[in-house]
T-cell receptor, first 118, second 114 residues
Framework: AQTVTQSQPEMSVQEAETVTLSCTYDTSESDYYLFWYKQPPSRQMILVIR??????QNATENRFSVNFQKAAKSFSLKISDSQLGDAAMYFC???????????????FGKGTKLSVKP | GAVVSQHPSWVICKSGTSVKIECRSLDFQATTMFWYRQFPKQSLMLMATSNEGSKATYEQGVEKDKFLINHASLTLSTLTVTSAHPEDSSFYIC??????????FGPGTRLTVT
């Protein structure tokens, strides 16, 4: 079974600075998807970024980028120029490429609470 | 982007009663819908997966008779918590998948059982 581990329960960053959130995962599959979701105090889950395992290029979405290390099974999220609105819980998630069995369920890590200091 | 709504956003019910939570995909047809439960300061725990017109697939440890899921159409899924008890108090989140990997989440429903 696949597992996702976020080893940082809480992180803090100064506004306008850069912060990196860590995520490791365990799988025997070669094809899969990885995601970072943001859950602000409203508790609405918001997709931040997605990475397909077969792509070597790291995904980027504006101020958000990932460092995907497939061999190391590592998927970290870098937030540049942090803003007050970035304060939230961040969840790393894994999804199998195939729908068989698991039906493509998202497997979440336990989350990292990010605080942004003004 | 695609929008998923949930209703109600907050419900308080008495112990022993049943409560229904609706999840709708507003501008797309969802091939699969998921129901999650989230305790305070914890991650999302998958409860069940449902496809339109077929029975839901429940995760291990989730009581099928207590958490009834009906996926009536490609845009509507309902979760009914039957004979609710205080330990069922939680935050319930639905999610709808369209296409191969796009998955959108509803805003969640806070259930309080007194």
């Amino acid at each position: 079974a696949q597992t996702v581990t976020q080893s940082q329960p809480e992180m803090s960053v100064q506004e306008a600075e850069t912060v990196t959130l860590s995520c490791t995962y365990d799988t025997s599959e070669s094809d899969y998807y990885l995601f970072w979701y943001k859950q602000p105090p409203s508790r609405q889950m918001i997709l931040v970024i997605r990475q397909e395992a077969y792509k070597q290029q790291n995904a980027t979405e504006n101020r958000f980028s990932v460092n995907f290390q497939k061999a190391a099974k590592s998927f970290s999220l870098k937030i540049s120029d942090s803003q007050l609105g970035d304060a939230a819980m961040y969840f790393c998630a894994y999804r199998s490429y195939e729908f068989r069995g698991s039906q493509g369920n998202l497997i979440f890590g336990k989350g990292t609470k990010l605080s942004v200091k003004p | 982007g695609a929008v998923v709504s949930q209703h109600p956003s907050w419900v308080i019910c008495k112990s022993g009663t049943s409560v229904k939570i609706e999840c709708r995909s507003l501008d797309f047809q969802a091939t699969t819908m998921f129901w999650y439960r989230q305790f305070p300061k914890q991650s999302l725990m998958l409860m069940a997966t449902s496809n339109e017109g077929s029975k839901a697939t429940y995760e291990q440890g989730v009581e099928k008779d207590k958490f009834l899921i009906n996926h009536a159409s490609l845009t509507l899924s309902t979760l009914t918590v039957t004979s609710a008890h205080p330990e069922d108090s939680s935050f319930y989140i639905c999610s709808a998948r369209v296409g191969y990997y796009e998955q959108y989440f509803g805003p969640g429903t806070r259930l309080t059982v007194t």
